[in-house]
């Protein structure tokens, strides 16, 4: 009996302390799991120890549109690749030593100038950008419908015109279709759509939903030219699940928040300009058209394009006029030509009024981006983590493009698109590169950027938040 107890007595000390360890046991699970959790919430990839998240893939696409974003297939993974091709360059530029360059500590003070005018979106826009809910049952209901229109477009406003006097005099689509066989002006195609998938122009899209099966437009006044369209078929999609229909009514949601900000920071910026009094210089701007036009190039076919700026004071004395002056501040042509090199604006030379154009629509930008970023300042936004945050991912985009301009100029061979393709892939291949794929599948991307965009060969051009015309 006394045995009996004592077995008793000594095992229960045995068996609580067995409890209590397999209860930490648990508890150090539970911690590993939340952490493997917490990690896995925000990281998409690691690239040679170096994360990217989640929020940094989110920030990057709305502020510089994924080539051919409005293609569902893939958009994520397309993205990451962008995202990972960015940081592996960063990495090898970084390598060579091209962080500590004074270009590159220039282009620094320009990420923090986009990321302040960022900052002063989210603070004084954002919030009232928010569509109500007839908003978004309108636009659902158009979403559900994909339309294909017939259209026709040209850059030149003396045909644009003709356009207009022949419709008003009654002549239909189908009439100018046929004037138009073989004119080198004018563009005729197709486009099928649903409402904010970015197939087509804001314009397009807001008059098609308007006109009935078979009906044409009047003409349409675009960014870059003028359109005609006619509908030609309607569908309605009636197979769509509940979890497709609410999937559908958060991208139309997203979709209208995105141009209701857009629209807000067009206003702002008009608020804050439209009393200056800003003057452009014809001397000045002329010498820099006529540098930009001796020493650009660009073949849109395979050539990498951006400014060569150099001192040339000797060759160019002109550069020293100024350009344009506001009540704050002057710009020489040197002032343009290295702000040209900070924005990577492509500047199309191939005749003088598109260079004109495109030279006075770039010192727009311009202009805006400095009083902007000088109004964030003023109202303390220097300090704010998503400034901080941002200035380091576009840092990073900047060390990739200084890299790729060095890969370039790292011998007199010329290097085309192919030949850059296949160093990034290489130094990819070089990379450790551990990728979530379970995150990267759950992400929703809209598909609609909400900036201007600049296209070029590199197809990866920052972009200014998020101030574009609807």
């Not at 896995?40 to 510089?64: D, F, M, S």
């Not at 804050?272 to 003057?279: G, M, R, V, Y």
Request: neutral net charge; proline residues 3%; hydrophobic residues 40%.
């Amino acid at each position: 009996m006394n045995s009996e107890r004592f077995k008793k007595q000594s095992f229960a000390p045995t068996y609580h302390k067995l409890l209590i360890l397999c209860l930490i046991i648990v508890l150090f699970l539970v911690y590993c799991t939340k952490n493997q959790d917490k990690i896995a919430q925000e990281t998409l990839a690691l690239v040679n120890g170096v994360p990217i998240t989640k929020k940094e893939l989110v920030n990057r696409l709305e502020l510089t549109a994924l080539p051919e974003f409005h293609k569902a297939v893939d958009r994520n993974k397309r993205a990451l690749n962008l995202l990972i091709d960015e940081l592996v360059v960063s990495q090898w530029a970084r390598a060579k030593g091209l962080i500590n360059s004074s270009d590159y500590q220039e282009l620094l003070d320009f990420v923090k100038q986009q990321a302040l005018i960022r900052e002063l979106f989210f603070e004084e826009i954002r919030t009232q950008a928010e569509p109500d809910s007839q908003q978004i049952h309108h636009a659902l209901e158009q979403s559900l419908q994909q339309l294909t229109v017939q259209t026709l477009f040209t850059e030149d406003e003396n045909i644009a015109a003709e356009w207009r006097k022949s419709l008003r005099s009654g002549i239909t689509f189908e009439d100018l279709l046929k004037n138009s066989k073989g004119n080198h002006f004018v563009r005729v195609g197709s486009s099928s759509f649903h409402w904010g998938d970015g197939t087509v122009p804001i314009e397009i899209e807001r008059i098609a939903y308007k006109l009935e099966l078979g009906e044409s437009s009047e003409l349409i006044k675009l960014n870059d030219g003028f359109g005609i369209i006619a509908i030609v078929n309607k569908v309605r999609n009636i197979f769509l699940t509940p979890y497709d229909l609410s999937s559908k009514r958060q991208q139309v949601n997203q979709v209208l928040r995105a141009r209701n900000e857009s629209h807000l920071a067009n206003e702002y910026v008009d608020r804050l300009l439209t009393h200056l009094d800003i003057t452009q210089r014809a001397t000045g701007f002329v010498a820099v058209m006529r540098y930009l036009d001796k020493k650009m190039f660009a073949d849109s076919k395979n050539m990498i394009q951006f400014p060569l700026v150099y001192n040339e004071e000797i060759q160019f004395p002109d550069l020293h006029l100024p350009v344009l002056e506001t009540p704050d501040f002057i710009w020489t042509g040197k002032d343009i030509l290295n702000i040209l090199r900070k924005y990577n604006f492509p500047i199309n030379t191939k005749n003088s009024k598109t260079l004109q154009n495109t030279l006075t629509n770039f010192l727009k930008v311009a202009v805006r981006d400095r009083y902007l970023a000088q109004r964030a300042e003023q109202l303390g936004l220097g300090s704010k983590k998503r400034v901080l945050e941002e200035t380091q991912i576009w840092g990073r985009y900047f060390l990739y493009i200084n890299g790729i301009h060095a890969f370039i100029a790292s011998d007199s061979t010329t290097k085309n698109i192919i030949t850059i393709s296949n160093w990034i892939s290489e130094l990819r291949a070089n990379a450790q590169i551990t990728i979530n794929n379970d995150l990267l599948e759950e992400i929703e991307l809209t598909g609609i950027p909400m900036v201007v965009f600049w296209n070029s060969d590199i197809s990866r051009q920052l972009a200014t938040p998020p101030l574009m015309e609807f």
